[in-house]
């Protein structure tokens, strides 16, 4: 098993000059692998992050997502083509990163609602916008990865079998899905169900705990999801997906009202432990 961490607990943009030495820390605290947000696609920033990653030894994943104008299942065709837009300018990144999987809520605008449930036009308009981003994927190297979320996030995928349906119904190589702890903690009835339903299309997975803090310092049922994961013979990565109040932007984006832990790197050092600990002792 490798084990990742999320940089949206510190940014949604890793190139600044600060970061490196951050990265450093991550490397010697123990992880082989931190996820890149690309919101604001620059492939020769991107590029140029990707370096000195390697020269540190950490591998990558990338993560991204769809606004109200990228929104694949908008009812202005201008909106669903900027969303393969979007998408096919990450993937260019991701290629100039060495990035296999780039992963989120591909698949509609995240925190916009129409008041109903997916309809199966929507649902249309999604698969055929990422057929499309799919095929520029497969030559870039990239599987795009669609992270099913709450309710209360997005309203096109909120569980595990919606993820795995659509997926199916692309049928594309380059197209799979991962299982987030945190949206199923709050959406599945049974997580060995969840995921055995998945199993053949689920290639990443979110470490988050209940409460978006610290992995092991909340209400999921680990214990479960281990024993569920090592059914289904899952050995891809682990990566912790945590959030805070260091971006006043993303701690709104995300809802973190209060403080939850002592600062970002104790909670990645305390998370990572905590991971290696209790997968590596689930039966």
């Given at each position: 098993?490798?084990?990742?961490?999320?940089?949206?607990?510190?940014?949604?943009?890793?190139?600044?000059?600060k970061?490196?030495?951050?990265f450093?820390?991550?490397?010697?605290?123990?992880?082989?692998?931190?996820e890149?947000?690309?919101?604001?696609?620059?492939?020769?920033k991107l590029a140029?992050?990707?370096?000195?990653?390697?020269?540190?030894?950490l591998?990558?994943?990338?993560v991204?997502?769809?606004?109200?104008?990228t929104?694949?299942?908008?009812?202005?065709?201008?909106?669903?083509?900027?969303g393969?837009?979007?998408?096919?300018?990450?993937?260019?990144?991701?290629?100039?990163?060495?990035?296999?999987?780039?992963?989120?809520?591909?698949y509609?605008?995240?925190?916009?609602?129409s008041?109903?449930?997916?309809?199966?036009?929507?649902?249309?308009?999604?698969?055929?916008?990422?057929?499309?981003?799919?095929?520029?994927?497969?030559?870039?190297?990239?599987?795009?990865?669609?992270?099913?979320?709450?309710?209360f996030?997005?309203y096109?995928?909120?569980?595990?079998?919606?993820?795995?349906?659509?997926?199916?119904?692309?049928?594309?190589?380059?197209?799979?899905?991962?299982?987030d702890?945190?949206?199923?903690?709050?959406?599945?009835?049974?997580i060995?169900?969840?995921?055995e339903?998945?199993?053949?299309?689920?290639?990443?997975?979110?470490i988050?705990?209940?409460?978006r803090s610290?992995?092991?310092?909340g209400?999921?049922?680990?214990?479960d999801?281990?024993?569920s994961?090592?059914?289904?013979?899952?050995?891809?990565?682990?990566?912790?997906?945590?959030?805070?109040q260091?971006?006043?932007?993303?701690?709104?984006?995300?809802?973190?009202?209060?403080k939850?832990?002592?600062?970002?790197e104790?909670?990645?050092k305390?998370?990572?432990?905590?991971m290696?600990?209790?997968?590596?002792?689930?039966?």
């Open positions: 098993m490798k084990y990742g961490m999320n940089m949206l607990l510190w940014t949604g943009d890793c190139t600044g000059p970061f490196p030495a951050l450093e820390r991550l490397k010697t605290t123990g992880f082989d692998l931190v890149i947000p690309i919101f604001d696609p620059n492939v020769k140029a992050l990707a370096k000195k990653l390697d020269d540190m030894g591998e990558r994943s990338a991204t997502c769809l606004t109200e104008k929104n694949l299942v908008g009812t202005n065709p201008k909106q669903r083509a900027a393969v837009k979007h998408l096919k300018a990450v993937i260019e990144c991701c290629q100039a990163m060495g990035v296999k999987k780039l992963v989120g809520p591909l509609a605008a995240l925190g916009v609602f008041g109903k449930g997916p309809t199966k036009q929507e649902l249309r308009w999604s698969a055929d916008g990422l057929r499309e981003a799919a095929d520029y994927a497969k030559k870039a190297g990239v599987t795009l990865v669609l992270e099913f979320l709450n309710r996030e997005i096109l995928l909120n569980c595990a079998e919606d993820a795995a349906n659509l997926v199916r119904t692309i049928n594309h190589p380059n197209v799979k899905m991962m299982y702890t945190f949206h199923a903690n709050i959406e599945e009835k049974s060995r169900n969840a995921l339903v998945c199993k053949d299309v689920m290639v990443h997975v979110h988050s705990e209940n409460d610290t992995p092991g310092k209400g999921v049922n680990w214990a999801t281990w024993r994961l090592k059914a289904i013979n899952y050995n891809e990565l682990l990566v912790i997906e945590a959030f805070g260091g971006l006043p932007a993303l701690a709104a984006a995300t809802k973190i009202w209060r939850m832990f002592p600062d970002e104790t909670l990645a305390d998370g990572l432990a905590f290696k600990k209790s997968w590596e002792a689930a039966q």
